[in-house]
C-alpha cells in the first residue's frame, strides 16, 4: 500500500545546512510534496517536484528525488531559527488525488 | 496566493453535540476538497474526499455517518462531527484543489476541536 516514512527529529545549528530524507513505496506517485507546519499552524507547501525530475531549487530549498530507490530530501541551507518547525513529505499519483503524508520530522534549531 | 479559509479555527464542545466545520476557498472555485485529522503529534490522515454536488468519498474506517460532509457550493465545504465525543478531539484541516490549475492543494489553516 501507499506509506511515506521519514525521521521524527533534526537538530542542527543555526546557519547550518538541513536535510530531511523520506521514502514512499507507491511507484505510481507522480507529485511529492514538502509542506512546512509551525506550532498550532495550517500546513504551508513549500515545494513539490514532479517524479519525472531529479533536483529542483527554490531559493535555499533544494528537493532531490532518486526514483530508483523512491527518496525525497529536502535541504535547508543556511538554516534560521524561523526554520523550526514539522516538515511533512508528502506524496500523491495526480494534482487531484488524496495527499498521503510522512510522519513529519520535527526540526530544531540550536545556536 | 490562493487562501482557504476555516471556521472556527478553535471549538470546545461538551460530549453529545455536534459542531460544524466550514471550509472555503476565498478566491477560486474548487470542485473537490478534503478533509484531514491530525492528532497530536502525529500526521495527517486523510479522512474524506468532498465533491461538490455529490457524496463525499470515506477513506476506510472512517464513519460517515458520524463525520457529515456537505460540498453544496464550488467555495465551501463543511464537516459535521455529530454527538461528539472525546475521542473525536484533534485538530481537523481541510484543502481545496483549484479547478483548473495543474498543481496541488492549498490547506485551510485547522481547526481546533476540544471535546470535553
Known amino acids: 500500500g501507499e506509506d511515506v516514512e521519514q525521521s521524527l527529529f533534526l537538530s542542527v545549528r543555526e546557519g547550518d545546512s538541513s536535510v530531511i530524507n523520506c521514502t514512499y513505496t507507491d511507484s505510481s506517485s507522480t507529485y511529492l510534496y514538502w509542506y512546512k507546519q509551525e506550532p498550532g499552524a495550517g500546513l504551508q507547501l513549500l515545494t513539490y517536484i514532479f517524479s519525472n525530475m531529479d533536483m529542483k531549487q527554490d531559493q535555499r530549498l533544494t528537493v532531490l528525488l532518486n526514483k530508483k530507490d523512491k527518496h525525497l530530501s529536502l535541504r535547508i541551507a543556511d538554516t534560521q531559527t524561523g526554520d523550526s518547525a514539522i516538515y511533512f513529505c508528502?506524496?500523491?499519483?495526480?494534482?487531484?488525488?488524496?495527499?498521503?503524508f510522512g510522519s513529519g520530522t520535527r526540526l530544531s534549531i540550536r545556536p | 496566493g490562493a487562501v482557504v479559509s476555516q471556521h472556527p479555527s478553535w471549538v470546545i464542545c461538551k460530549s453529545g453535540t455536534s459542531v460544524k466545520i466550514e471550509c472555503r476557498s476565498l478566491?477560486?472555485?474548487?470542485?473537490?476538497m478534503f478533509w484531514y485529522r491530525q492528532f497530536p503529534k502525529q500526521s495527517l490522515m486523510l479522512m474524506a474526499t468532498s465533491n461538490e454536488g455529490s457524496k463525499a468519498t470515506y477513506e476506510q474506517g472512517v464513519e460517515k455517518d458520524k463525520f457529515l460532509i456537505n460540498h453544496a457550493s464550488l467555495t465551501l465545504s463543511t464537516l459535521t462531527v455529530t454527538s461528539a465525543h472525546p475521542e473525536d478531539s484533534s485538530f481537523y484541516i481541510c484543502s481545496a484543489r483549484r479547478q483548473g490549475i495543474q498543481e496541488t492543494q492549498y490547506f485551510g489553516p485547522g481547526t481546533r476541536l476540544l471535546v470535553l
Open positions: 508528502a506524496e500523491s499519483i495526480s494534482s487531484a488525488s488524496k495527499i498521503i
Open positions: 478566491d477560486f472555485q474548487a470542485t473537490t
